[in-house]
């Protein structure tokens, strides 16, 4: 079979199967058009989950008939010269156009500044028309119209109707976070209308109109610089969390990415501080020379490649670490919303039993039976006061520790941001009082915190107890497995476990770490050569651990159902003041939740 050159229109079609995905595909690309054409309005509107049609309507330059003519083919652009080194733009293959143009229905409105009129140009199926004088505004309007009619079969992978809108929205989602400057507008048939005004310089609150207001309470401001490469964004506490990835948001010169490395980056920053299955919320971006990244790996410029990809890794976990110890152990908005809305619920659920304990109320009160206050300002120490859910439909007495109150002065923001131990209920939670309302915390999960950070100090700072075995244990190995591990073997013996060669296919085993008891010693060094010969790294032994630290951390701490001294609950509140990531246990849930005063008269209908 001899060899041809394709049509002009094939080679669009095969290029659109990887600019041209699916709808929210060719909105991207349509909208960086945009943004790159300098626009402060962007408005977009679709049918049919974007197959029906896209329209993308813009104030920006707008072109000329000539450029309009050149922007329908293949690598044609404004963008760039003759170097891939300095982009500084969001597009610049000048590929998206003429793929749109050769798989769909396609046409360009547009109008130069200063220009009289505008000019019109249409492609269908690849079948260019003629540019013709036409009434327009200036900018310029792209409208497509029954994307995929050319190449039916990849209608057949499209998803839903639904999922192809909500693609699209999160698409005009992650732009509108990139340029806080421009005003977006999201409007169609199969949609709400969705307007986003432009916020200027204000990035927070642009990222308060798309992750809503409970974003920017929990958010914490990340500036970090490592060389030639900065940082800027904001990451949420590691309380205010989501059940998947899509609310991390990462960009790179402006450009919206969704990068493994990042997403590592943003997960590696959060470990051990959020529950499994749970995911952070963060929106960052990276600015550098382009020269340092390459944008140019993938047709659809959603992946980069760095010159350092370390460094920008390290950045980007130093950062949120550093920012989260520094106010990232402060309870979520979320937790204390959460709560007023369940006081709220058992407010209203039993209307009856709240009538009868007015009436028990008001009959104890009456003149001939008094109501008499407790003989002094404070309970004695450890007093046993009895309290009754007047909720239930049994009423039912439960107990709480309370105890002489302390001096107000001993009570500031400044001082005690977790505030002074005021009780201990269900032996279990201890109640503290701060300057503007009061902290609830799980005397459980913030010891077994505490204990946790104690136990893996202990772990860096010097080599961890280890057990001697009686008799060497010899696991028999490839020889190439054997000469990895001893590559490792002085890196093991810091965290404990001792390993010699035994041979030129054996490994013998002389000591493991204490703090792993009883270890299958086979599995743990087999484990290590498989992650040594994939990753070339030899991090299971430190997780592993971690691992057990966490667990004895667990059964080490302060019990549930303990009852504790005043002193004893004030000693944990100082220490978890300073301990950094004690506002999460081990396992990411949260160790106290705050009640501001506010909201606590709102539920009394103070305020």
Known sequence: MSIKQLSETLINQIAAGEVIERPSSAAKELIENAIDAGATRIEVATSGGGKSLIRITDNGTGMSPDDLALAIKRHCTSKISQT??????????????????SVAKLTITS????????????????????????????????????????????LKFLKSERAETAAITETVKR??????????????????????PATGSDALARMGQILGVEFR????????????VALSGYAGVPTFNRGNSAHQYMFVNGRPVQDKLLLSAI???????????????????????????????????????????????????????????????????????GMMNAFRQG????????????????????????????????????????????????????????????????????????????????????VAQTDDGLVIVDQHAAHERLVFEEMRKALHSRRPP?????????????????????????????????????????????????????????????????????????????????YVAATMACHGSVRSGRRLRPEEMNALLRQMENTPGSGQCNHGRPTYIELKLSDIERLFGRS
């Not at 969001?90 to 156009?97: I, N, Q, S, V, Y």
């Not at 019109?120 to 900018?139: H, I």
């Not at 309470?217 to 030639?228: F, G, M, S």
Request: a negative charge; hydrophobic letters at 45%; aromatic letters at 6%.
């Open 84 to 101: 891939l080194d300095d982009i500084r733009t969001l597009g610049f293959r000048g590929e998206a156009l003429p793929s749109i143009g």
């Open 111 to 154: 109008r130069q500044h200063g220009s009289e009129q505008g000019s019109v140009v249409a492609v269908t199926g690849g079948k260019v028309a003629d540019v013709r004088p036409a009434a327009a505004n200036v900018g310029t309007v792209v409208e497509v119209r029954d994307l995929f009619f050319a190449t039916p079969a990849r």
């Open 175 to 196: 732009m509108a976070i990139a340029f806080p400057n421009i005003r977006f507008v999201l409007s169609g048939t199969d949609r709400s209308t969705l307007e986003l």
């Open 217 to 228: 309470d929990n958010a914490i401001a990340i500036e970090a610089v490592r060389e030639d």
């Open 267 to 337: 997960r590696g920053a959060y470990a051990e501080t959020i529950p499994h299955g749970r995911y952070p919320v963060a929106v960052l971006s990276l600015t550098l020379d382009p020269a340092l990244v390459d944008v140019n790996v993938h047709p659809a410029k959603s992946d980069v490649r760095f010159r350092d990809p370390g460094l920008v890794r390290g950045l980007i976990v130093g950062a949120i670490r550093e920012a989260l110890s520094r106010e990232g152990d402060r309870a979520s908005t979320t937790a204390t919303s």
């Open 347 to 430: 407010f209203q659920a039993a209307p009856a039993a709240r009538a009868q304990a007015a009436t028990a109320w008001s009959a104890a009160a009456s003149p001939s039976r008094p109501f008499s206050y407790p003989p002094s300002a404070g309970f004695a120490e450890n007093t046993q006061a009895e309290f009754m859910d007047v909720t239930a439909p049994a009423a039912r007495q439960e107990t709480a520790t309370v105890f002489a109150e302390q001096p107000t002065e001993s009570i500031s923001s400044a001082q005690y941001p977790l505030g002074a131990a005021r009780a201990q209920i269900h032996e279990n939670y201890i």
């Open 466 to 546: 280890s057990q001697v075995l009686l008799i060497p244990e010899i696991i028999d190995l490839p020889e190439e497995d054997c000469d990895r591990l001893m590559e490792h073997a002085e890196g093991f013996d810091a965290l404990g476990l001792a390993i010699e060669r035994f041979g030129p296919g054996a490994i013998a085993v002389r000591e493991t770490p204490a703090m792993l008891g009883k270890v299958d010693a086979q599995g743990l060094v087999r484990q290590l050569a498989d992650e040594i010969a994939e990753w070339d790294t030899a991090s299971t032994l430190n997780g592993k651990l971690e």
